[in-house]
């Protein structure tokens, strides 16, 4: 039983990889088909609509993904294992991200982004706080000003606000 346990492990680990990809790939088809076939590229005034920038983003989350598994595939990584640490940070960046998620609704952008960042920079880059202080402040301030004020798009407001 052991033998099977290390086995089903490590056929785990060897196609990580792969299946990430995979979901990601399906993840990015999805995602851009419903901006093409359920959002709106401009409105009826001739602006830009919700589904303008949703559209190029997933065309370029599709190619970017096709790209990566090509050469992932000509290097032979694509069925190669990952070294147990990286599921780790797998796991705490996918934890973080739901923990978003959650706080996006409940507390909105301006509290939810920066603890995310910060979060996550704390985890991966705990080294150079200071500088992970200033990316904390200045990317999601930097995407406030431009998609909140200068492209009038509305941010998440959370329950409170």
């Known amino acids: 039983m ?14 990580m990889r792969l299946f990430f990809y995979a979901f990601m790939l399906l993840a990015a088809i999805v995602y851009t088909y419903m901006a093409f076939f359920d959002l709106s590229f401009l409105t009826n005034r001739g602006r830009m609509g919700p589904g303008f920038f949703p559209r190029f983003i997933g065309g370029f989350l599709v190619l970017c993904l096709v790209a990566a598994i090509i050469k992932e595939a000509r290097l032979g990584k694509l069925l190669e294992k990952e070294p147990d640490g990286q599921m780790r940070d797998a796991a705490v960046l996918i934890g973080l991200a739901m923990t978003f998620g959650v706080l996006l609704v409940v507390t909105g952008y301006l509290i939810a982004t920066p603890l ?6 704390l985890y991966f880059n705990s080294k150079h706080l200071l500088m992970n202080g200033a990316i904390t402040l200045a990317a999601p301030l930097t995407i406030y000003v431009l998609f909140g004020q200068v492209l009038n798009a509305s941010l998440p407001h959370g329950l409170w606000w």
């Open 116 to 121: 995310f960042v910060g979060a996550a920079l």
């Open 2 to 15: 052991v033998v099977l346990a290390g086995r089903l492990t490590s056929f785990r680990r060897m196609f």
